[in-house]
Nanobody
Framework: QVQLVESGGGLVQAGGSLRLSCAAS????????MRWYRQAPGKQRELVAAISNSGSTNYADSVMGRFTISRDNAKNTVYLQMNSLKPEDTAVYYC??????????????WGQGTQVTVSS
């Protein structure tokens, strides 16, 4: 079994920064792309950023230039550095990983989510 555990959320004032972490554990054979999503109240879950196992990244237009996704393959961990936060960044942030277990095909796994609240 595989678990993704996010941490680092919290309450911050507009213009501030937060760093989210997502650590994968369990019977992991390989981790392909890892992504951060977010879901604000009353809205659909949206893709925020993604990073491949080779380090290629892409971002939603709304966070380009403010957020940075990175990963530490040795620790099976992905990070999201969020700078210049805005109230509209308030959401539950979820980690998603395309992970292959020992002897199994890759499939998507989700973390439990971490709340980010940005006050104006």
């Amino acid at each position: 079994q595989v678990q993704l555990v996010e941490s680092g959320g919290g309450l911050v004032q507009a213009g501030g920064s937060l760093r989210l972490s997502c650590a994968a554990s369990g019977s992991i054979f390989s981790i392909n792309v890892m992504r951060w999503y977010r879901q604000a109240p009353g809205k659909q879950r949206e893709l925020v950023a993604a990073i491949s196992n080779s380090g290629s990244t892409n971002y939603a237009d709304s966070v380009m230039g403010r957020f940075t996704i990175s990963r530490d393959n040795a620790k099976n961990t992905v990070y999201l550095q969020m700078n210049s936060l805005k109230p509209e960044d308030t959401a539950v942030y979820y980690c998603n990983g395309l992970i292959a277990t020992m002897g199994g095909p890759p499939r998507g796994y989700w973390g439990q989510g971490t709340q980010v609240t940005v006050s104006s």
